[in-house]
């Protein structure tokens, strides 16, 4: 009952205002919280279903996919990049870090002592083998050469002299005019005068050879190095440096090591009489530098290592190899003819074990356990699990699952983006968008609104040349030339290509994959 005596209380309404307030402003902040947290850990399926339903509303066709989105793989085939198994040959390649090594090296030093007169070679210059390189003074050499000369010539004249008191006494011992001790000594004195005139003989030979050491000639054929000594000085036959270094590098030949454990199977082929072939590679092993044979292994194991030397010969014609320069050695000990060969990036490892994703023929993979063989480059021998003309998928793999749709996508060459083709590194798959005006750039799907504008600039073919074609047919010589460039690009470059169709795909629309499925059936309908 209301006391109107009792005065109302002016505190008790905005107590319940700021009561209201603030839990208003809780509510608030949970749902704030709730939304936060729903947008951030929302799954991509969901946001496509998000997509799709406002694309419906607007009458759009669902299922697209904008400039780097995921793209509704659930809906088509995984693109895909399959290799066919083939029979081949494998070679076995024993590798190892090997030191080129100069045929011969040879120290040039003079013979006679003198002055240096003259310098014949160049630095670096190749010389064959009797070629003058320098020049010692000859002056003493002459002088004691006609020294040696005018003895010898003295000494003959008394020999002569002696034979003619020889035949004279021998005519007086006939008529009993002498006696015949006189004809003894005579003939004595006869073969004195022949022994000293070999002698000077011996000593004009030996001023001639003296002579002929002022001229220093190359002992062998090859690549002379600096000069160690310059014209003016005094050489002697005792200086340690000499006067050049000439080494032969055509031939050269490259020392390496290889295990011990591999020596039974080495040893095998060289009682057989086989040349082992062995190539040098440089550094990176991009490039091969020479192909030889092998020569020798050493006599021993090296009990520190281990390993054995071998010694290989290789020709030098271009001069690519050079002595002491440190190379890649790669000896062929066995070749594995007429086996199944796949690509080296076909093969997973898992806990499945060692398998592949062998492409069938109604476009699903089944995964498949195989038993690998020796490996050489970027393919590998596989020696159970795969048989020749399967098709196994090469890239494209980390989404596959077993019975999996796929659709196997042709590789293009790097090169500029455009429709019909991939960016540098891409595959081959539908056209690109680009802004209006401008060439399409790699891995950009196409904008609303620029189809049409594009097929109004797009040139009109002329006639009698390809206005019968249908569209996206790509030309089959450039097809062909576009696969043969795969097949011979490099690691880095297909690594690169691999990851670029990986973006492509992704951005793929299913406009797009219906695009590539129908230049797929007019390739096999071409027989492509």
């Known amino acids: 009952m209301h006391d109107p005596l009792r005065a109302p209380d002016p505190l008790s309404p905005p107590r319940r205002r700021r009561g209201v307030l603030a839990a208003v402003a809780i509510v608030v902040l949970l749902l704030a919280a709730g939304g936060t947290w729903w947008w951030f850990n929302r799954t991509p399926d969901s946001a496509s279903a998000d997509a799709s339903k406002g694309d419906a509303k607007d009458g759009k066709k669902p299922g697209g996919a904008g400039k780097g989105g995921r793209g509704n793989f659930a809906t088509g085939p995984q693109p895909v990049a399959a290799a066919t198994a083939r029979k081949g040959d494998i070679r076995i390649v024993q590798t190892s870090l090997g030191t080129v090594t100069a045929f011969s090296t040879v120290t040039v030093r003079a013979r006679v002592d003198g002055p240096l007169m003259a310098v014949h070679f160049r630095e670096g210059q190749s010389v064959k083998a009797g070629d003058i390189l320098a020049q010692i003074d000859p002056a003493p050499f002459e002088v004691a050469l006609s020294q040696a000369e005018g003895t010898l010539a003295r000494d003959m004249a008394q020999l002569q002299n002696a034979r003619v008191d020889l035949e004279r006494y021998r005519t007086l011992l006939k008529q009993d005019s002498i006696a015949s001790?006189?004809?003894?000594?005579?003939?004595?004195?006869?073969?004195?005068?022949?022994?000293?005139?070999?002698?000077?003989?011996?000593?004009?030979?030996?001023?001639?050879?003296?002579?002929?050491?002022?001229?220093?000639?190359?002992?062998?054929?090859?690549?002379?190095?600096?000069?160690?000594?310059?014209?003016?000085?005094?050489?002697?036959?005792?200086?340690?440096?000499?006067?050049?270094?000439?080494?032969?590098?055509?031939?050269?030949?490259?020392?390496?090591?290889?295990?011990?454990?591999?020596?039974?199977?080495?040893?095998?082929?060289?009682?057989?009489?086989?040349?082992?072939?062995?190539?040098?590679?440089?550094?990176?092993?991009?490039?091969?530098?020479?192909?030889?044979?092998?020569?020798?292994?050493?006599?021993?194991?090296?009990?520190?290592?281990?390993?054995?030397?071998?010694?290989?010969?290789?020709?030098?014609?271009?001069?690519?190899?050079?002595?002491?320069?440190?190379?890649?050695?790669?000896?062929?000990?066995?070749?594995?003819?007429?086996?199944?060969?796949?690509?080296?990036?076909?093969?997973?490892?898992?806990?499945?074990?060692?398998?592949?994703?062998?492409?069938?023929?109604?476009?699903?993979?089944?995964?498949?356990?195989?038993?690998?063989?020796?490996?050489?480059?970027?393919?590998?021998?596989?020696?159970?699990?795969?048989?020749?003309?399967?098709?196994?998928?090469?890239?494209?793999?980390?989404?596959?699952?077993?019975?999996?749709?796929?659709?196997?996508?042709?590789?293009?060459?790097?090169?500029?983006?455009?429709?019909?083709?991939?960016?540098?590194?891409?595959?081959?798959?539908?056209?690109?968008?680009?802004?209006?005006?401008?060439?399409?750039?790699?891995g950009e799907a196409p904008k609303a609104g620029d189809a049409p504008k594009a097929a109004a600039e797009a040139p009109r073919p002329a006639p009698g040349g390809d206005a019968g074609k249908p569209a996206g047919v790509p030309d089959p010589a450039k097809v062909e030339a576009a696969r043969e460039r795969f097949r011979n690009a490099s690691p880095e470059e297909r690594e690169k290509m691999r990851e670029e169709f990986k973006k492509r795909m992704e951005s793929a629309s299913p406009e797009e994959r219906e695009r590539m499925m129908e230049m797929r059936k007019r390739r096999e309908a071409q027989g492509q």
């Open 181 to 442: 001790q006189q004809v003894d000594g005579q003939e004595a004195i006869v073969k004195q005068f022949e022994g000293t005139v070999k002698v000077d003989r011996a000593v004009v030979d030996n001023a001639k050879l003296q002579l002929s050491y002022t001229k220093v000639a190359a002992p062998i054929g090859g690549r002379t190095g600096l000069r160690l000594v310059d014209a003016g000085n005094t050489v002697h036959p005792g200086d340690a440096a000499g006067l050049v270094v000439i080494t032969q590098i055509n031939p050269i030949t490259t020392t390496f090591t290889i295990p011990q454990d591999s020596l039974p199977r080495l040893a095998a082929e060289l009682r057989r009489g086989d040349k082992i072939e062995v190539e040098a590679w440089d550094r990176e092993q991009k490039n091969k530098l020479a192909t030889g044979v092998l020569i020798t292994p050493d006599n021993q194991v090296d009990l520190t290592t281990g390993t054995v030397k071998l010694k290989a010969q290789f020709p030098n014609d271009q001069g690519a190899l050079f002595p002491n320069q440190f190379v890649n050695v790669r000896m062929v000990v066995d070749v594995r003819k007429d086996v199944t060969v796949i690509p080296s990036a076909a093969v997973q490892t898992g806990p499945q074990g060692t398998v592949v994703y062998a492409v069938k023929e109604d476009g699903t993979v089944s995964m498949r356990p195989i038993k690998l063989g020796p490996a050489e480059g970027e393919f590998v021998m596989v020696e159970s699990g795969v048989n020749p003309g399967d098709k196994v998928v090469t890239d494209g793999i980390d989404r596959l699952r077993e019975g999996a749709k796929v659709e196997v996508v042709v590789p293009t060459v790097p090169g500029p983006g455009g429709r019909g083709g991939a960016g540098k590194g891409g595959f081959r798959k539908g056209g690109d968008g680009a802004k209006p005006g401008e060439p399409p750039k790699p």
